[in-house]
């Protein structure tokens, strides 16, 4: 593939990765508030699909083509701008890996739930709320990842 296939399929895979993960985040929480228990089973049930469609591939295409296009370049991973890139992505997928699995236990208590008709289980907050904290530091990291991938340098350092 040639670098300007590999930074579309870079800046693609980000704007998706993106995308899905604010888009689901958002609709999640707002089921989560609505107090209607099928509304957030549904919700729970496309949150963790959005998750296996779409994120988990971005995922993976996100640093594979970060590394192709760096290595094409011939630029270190040492380079500041894209070491500190790398130690924020792992810091977002240490913060995705429990949030996915959050994920599926909050949707199978709500679907249990919504089966029975009864409200949710009192431990679906707490892990509502973990998910949510989680989140954050995610959210965060990848927003710094992006400015470091567009401006190629570490914020306050010239280039």
Known sequence: MS????????????????????GSAFYKWRADRSGHVAHIAHTNRQVVLADWCFTTP??????????????????PLSTPWIAASLGLYALAGACWLPVVALQIRMQRMAEAAARQAQPLPPGYQRLAR?????GVPAFAAMV????????KRLPGVAP
């Open 58 to 75: 971005t995922v993976i295409l996100q640093p594979l083509t970060g590394l192709w296009m760096a290595h094409l370049l011939g630029w």
């Open 130 to 134: 973990r998910w949510f904290w989680l």
């Open 3 to 22: 670098l300007a296939g590999l930074k579309i399929v870079h800046l693609l895979s980000m704007v998706l990765l993106f995308g899905t993960g604010l």
């Open 144 to 151: 710094l990842v992006v400015v470091l991938m567009v401006t």
